[in-house]
């Protein structure tokens, strides 16, 4: 056997292995991961509003608390933090051999899939460290975090330029996410023909207006994230929390935020959607 054809068996052999029923598994399982904690986001941001503010923070920190004050909550952050390991390896499979889909083996495809592998690797082990017992990972706050990132970022040599690209690209891709729910470009990643009518119109009703609410908590985070750079104030940098609660500044008040929060729910339910019907 030749070098090039044993070279080339291998890369038949790694695509096979990155297609095999396990990756599969893992990024469907990780879906449902990702429904998981948006529902519980979009609860808590819920409970936010119509309370008139306190209680727990609306992002990923209160979602994993959450689960953890629940019976058995320590081995459910154990299969939460495990499955979405499944939707990182899931992505990085995309990222090596290319997703399904006519297009997904382009380059710019699969930068964007290893972008996403690295950040559902980070979630994963923040998940799985506070189920660990380390309480300052999975449930660290996002405001802080961004403040503190801001913070260091602004100290360095054009600081304030890093900042308010990275804000502006937050805030782009915020915008593209909400335009491309509103124009259901998901279509082409689901496999629409195994649907019901009634299932169809639940996945539509779910993905676009999951995916606007989605969307604009970006685009207002990149916007405050734009802020901090302009004012060179750290403390204009906000989290999902404090962003999902700037909501309730707004001429009409805590509504807006129930109708974003209403959304981040719809997104987590367009993700059990994306769990069963999803192309893997």
């Given at each position: 056997?030749?070098?090039?054809s044993a070279?080339?068996q291998g890369?038949?052999?790694?695509?096979?292995?990155a297609?095999s029923?396990?990756?599969?598994?893992g990024?469907?399982?990780?879906f449902?991961?990702?429904g998981?904690?948006?529902?519980?986001?979009?609860?808590?941001?819920l409970?936010?509003a119509?309370?008139?503010?306190?209680g727990?923070e609306?992002?990923r920190?209160?979602?994993?608390a959450e689960i953890?004050?629940?019976p058995?909550?320590?081995?459910?952050?154990?299969?939460?933090g495990i499955?979405?390991?499944g939707m990182?390896?899931?992505r990085?499979?995309?990222?090596?051999?290319?997703?399904a889909g006519?297009?997904?083996d382009?380059?710019?495809?699969?930068a964007?899939a290893?972008?996403?592998?690295v950040?559902y690797?980070?979630?994963?082990?923040?998940?799985?460290?506070f189920?660990?017992?380390?309480?300052?990972s999975?449930?660290?706050?996002?405001d802080?975090?961004?403040q503190?990132?801001t913070?260091?970022?602004?100290?360095w040599p054009?600081?304030?330029w890093?900042?308010?690209?990275?804000?502006?690209?937050?805030a782009?891709?915020?915008?593209?996410?909400a335009?491309?729910a509103?124009?259901?470009k998901?279509?082409k990643?689901?496999?629409?023909?195994?649907?019901s009518?009634?299932?169809?119109?639940?996945?539509?009703?779910?993905?676009?207006?999951?995916?606007?609410a989605r969307?604009?908590v970006?685009?207002?985070?990149?916007?405050?994230?734009?802020?901090a750079?302009?004012?060179?104030?750290?403390?204009?940098?906000?989290g999902m929390?404090d962003?999902?609660?700037?909501?309730?500044?707004?001429?009409?008040?805590?509504?807006l935020?129930?109708?974003?929060?209403?959304?981040?729910?719809?997104?987590g339910?367009?993700?059990?959607?994306?769990?069963?019907?999803?192309k893997?």
């Amino acid at each position: 056997m030749t070098t090039r054809s044993a070279a080339a068996q291998g890369r038949g052999q790694a695509r096979r292995a990155a297609n095999s029923n396990a990756i599969e598994m893992g990024g469907r399982a990780g879906f449902v991961a990702r429904g998981v904690i948006y529902v519980l986001v979009g609860a808590l941001a819920l409970r936010i509003a119509l309370s008139g503010g306190g209680g727990k923070e609306a992002d990923r920190g209160g979602a994993v608390a959450e689960i953890a004050e629940k019976p058995f909550g320590t081995v459910l952050l154990w299969i939460l933090g495990i499955a979405v390991v499944g939707m990182a390896l899931w992505r990085l499979s995309e990222a090596l051999f290319g997703g399904a889909g006519p297009d997904e083996d382009k380059p710019a495809k699969r930068a964007m899939a290893a972008g996403r592998a690295v950040f559902y690797a980070f979630v994963a082990y923040s998940v799985l460290s506070f189920a660990a017992g380390d309480s300052g990972s999975g449930g660290g706050s996002s405001d802080q975090q961004s403040q503190d990132v801001t913070a260091k970022a602004l100290e360095w040599p054009a600081g304030q330029w890093i900042v308010g690209i990275g804000g502006a690209v937050v805030a782009g891709a915020g915008l593209w996410i909400a335009v491309r729910a509103i124009m259901r470009k998901y279509h082409k990643h689901l496999k629409m023909s195994q649907m019901s009518q009634k299932v169809r119109r639940a996945v539509d009703i779910t993905g676009v207006f999951g995916g606007a609410a989605r969307g604009s908590v970006f685009a207002a985070a990149g916007a405050f994230a734009i802020a901090a750079a302009v004012k060179h104030e750290p403390d204009q940098s906000k989290g999902m929390d404090d962003t999902l609660r700037s909501f309730t500044d707004t001429p009409v008040g805590p509504w807006l935020l129930v109708v974003i929060a209403l959304g981040l729910i719809a997104f987590g339910v367009f993700s059990w959607f994306n769990a069963r019907y999803r192309k893997v």
